[in-house]
């Protein structure tokens, strides 16, 4: 039953829909499902997703590009899709473009007003639709914040 589970979202996912997609992208990295671990298929199916505007797929496209030995090519595609994203609404997004601005990584300049506003966005529920950020990227943000607004 799990693999005629797969192989439909698998042909959604080959017919162009997204959201397939970016699922597929999430089961393989995380080998759920009945689907075993495969760090490769889950980046192409992310990658799919990106290319088609998915929101949570252009996040994770950008934080495996900002974990990757950082050029300043792929740091720059990582902050444009990481901007896309946070736009988009990604919480996980602005977290970490937040994170990239005070620490002046991705090649950001450090920007401590930047900083703080996407970090304030990112841990306001009222302010992300997509509520992709894990506790322990939430609890790192708030100590971030309170270090920087108490340095201002």
Not at 3 to 20: F, H, V, Y
Not at 56 to 79: D, I, Y
Request: proline content about 1%; aromatic content about 6%; hydrophobic content about 35%.
């Amino acid at each position: 039953k799990e693999q005629q589970k797969i192989e439909a979202l698998k042909n959604k996912a080959e017919s162009g829909d997204a959201e397939s997609m970016a699922t597929l992208g999430l089961l393989y990295h995380n080998g759920k499902e009945g689907v075993v671990a495969d760090k490769d298929l889950s980046r192409y199916w992310w990658q799919k997703a990106s290319d088609v505007g998915n929101v949570t797929a252009m996040a994770w496209v950008g934080h495996f590009l900002s974990s990757k030995e950082t050029s300043q090519e792929s740091s720059v595609h990582s902050v444009a899709l990481m901007s896309q994203a946070a736009q988009g609404g990604s919480a996980y997004a602005c977290l970490r473009l937040g994170t990239w601005y005070a620490t002046g990584k991705q090649f950001l300049p450090i920007n401590t007003l930047h900083a703080i506003r996407l970090l304030r966005k990112g841990l306001d529920p009222g302010k992300c639709t997509l509520k992709d950020a894990a506790d322990s990227h939430k609890k790192e943000a708030e100590e971030l914040l309170e270090a920087l607004e108490g340095g201002r």
